[in-house]
């Protein structure tokens, strides 16, 4: 049982480029969520999934995109990366978006915008 | 949204020392939870509490939901205990979690 996985851990990327932070779980779980922690800030809520083929936005959702085609898997698209959008990117589920539920966060995925 | 604030930012405590984490937050809540994110960055959950007191050995937790608070108690620090501890809250959609800045303890020998 891996919990929830992300990947990459690191990532440099130039202005503009493309691409795709991957997360999967292998719970079950319901509820999918992408946050971003900048220096001396708690985390920042992204985009979030309550199911397959259900998706909304998070606090900040500006300049990322996601899908949710599986249970499993919850990737975050970033379109055309920029500076202010070097930061630390959790990846988190749990069984529903309803109350009581403990939230599992992957380890995390560090990406740098030169 | 709901804010929610942390105190203290900073904490330096010896090793064995008790110490006390607030988190209040600005309207009702049902969801709370505490995560504790150790020196390598990865996100622990400590306590889902939306109500009442939880204990997990050193560790406990009270939420006074009628006052928007919630307490971390810590007690006989350990040097593993370092790291930021996060309360994070949710209302409507439980699991759209508003956090806190964090509380940064180190805990030295």
Known sequence: NAG????????VLKTGQSMTLQCAQDMNHEYMSWYRQDPGMGLR???????????????????????????????LRLLSAAPSQTSVYF????WSSSGGNTIYFGEGSWLTVV | GIQVEQSPPDLILQEGANSTLRCNFSDS????????????????????????????GRLSATTVATERYSLLYISSSQTTDSGVY??????????????GTGTRLQVTL
């Open chain 1, 4 to 11: 929830v996985t992300q990947t990459p851990k690191f990532q």
């Open chain 1, 45 to 75: 809520l992204i985009h979030y999934s309550v199911g397959a083929g259900i998706t909304d936005q998070g606090e900040v959702p500006n300049g990322y995109n996601v899908s949710r085609s599986t249970t499993e898997d919850f990737p």
């Open chain 1, 91 to 94: 990846c988190a589920s749990s």
């Open chain 2, 29 to 56: 809540v049902n969801n709370l939870q505490w995560f504790h994110q150790n020196p390598w960055g990865q996100l622990i959950n400590l306590f889902y509490i939306p109500s009442g007191t939880k204990q997990n």
């Open chain 2, 86 to 99: 996060f309360c994070a809250v949710a209302g409507g959609t439980a699991s759209k979690l508003t956090f």
